[in-house]
């Protein structure tokens, strides 16, 4: 049987490759050395860092109904499984069990990673791939480094009472995506 590695997530940032995309960024549970991202939807994204930052949406979003569906079956995820990664596509497995029985089940490692936290059980990966796809942590820095220097040096234009306004409005509106931006924003300030 392959050995698995626990893995932390480190950050949910948006990708510039797309306005929808976002970079999960995970890291080997026991080193800093081994790092990779996963590019991801808004709403998944928009699911982890909700959760991750302890913002209470007014209503459960998707990820935390399927908890409460779980709470209410004879079904319990055990772990979330990182098992490939083919033509730029991670692949998962949420390990469940069911009346003693425990198998698994195909799902998007977004998903999985998003129940996984609320649920707080292990979200692992082959330690073969990790090794496989694992980019070197000074290339991952650089990369990072310059992708984000270019978001940062884009002064704000908004006062700080107008983006606190702003902050209010968009969790009232339930745009969580929006609230996460304007908090950063603020926060720059």
């Known amino acids: 049987m392959k050995e698995f590695v626990p893995l932390r997530i480190l950050s949910v940032n948006p990708s510039s490759v797309g306005a929808s995309s976002y970079i999960l960024l995970l890291e080997a549970d026991n080193t800093q050395a081994l790092r990779f991202p996963i590019v991801i939807g808004s709403q998944e994204a ?27 079956s004879n079904v319990s995820i055990l772990k979330v499984l990182i098992t490939d990664f083919k033509d730029g596509i991670f692949y998962a497995n949420l390990e469940i069990e069911k009346d003693g029985e425990v198998t698994q089940v195909d799902a998007r490692p977004s998903d999985s990673i998003a129940l996984a936290i609320r649920l707080d059980i292990p979200i692992l990966i082959s330690e073969k791939l990790l090794h496989d796809i694992c980019i070197p942590e000074d290339e ?29 409005k968009a969790l009232q509106e339930e745009n969580y995506e929006e609230a996460a931006k304007l908090r950063d924003e603020i926060e720059k300030l």
């Not at 860092?49 to 409460?68: A, F, G, M, W």
């Not at 984000?148 to 702003?166: A, F, G, Q």
């Open 46 to 72: 928009q699911s982890i860092s909700v959760y991750l930052e302890k913002i209470q949406p007014s209503r459960p979003l998707t990820h935390d109904l399927c908890v409460n569906l779980l709470s209410h």
């Open 140 to 168: 991952l820095l650089d990369e990072l480094e310059e992708e984000y220097d270019l978001i940062e040096k884009i002064p704000s234009k908004r006062s700080k009472v107008e983006l606190e306004s702003l902050l209010d």
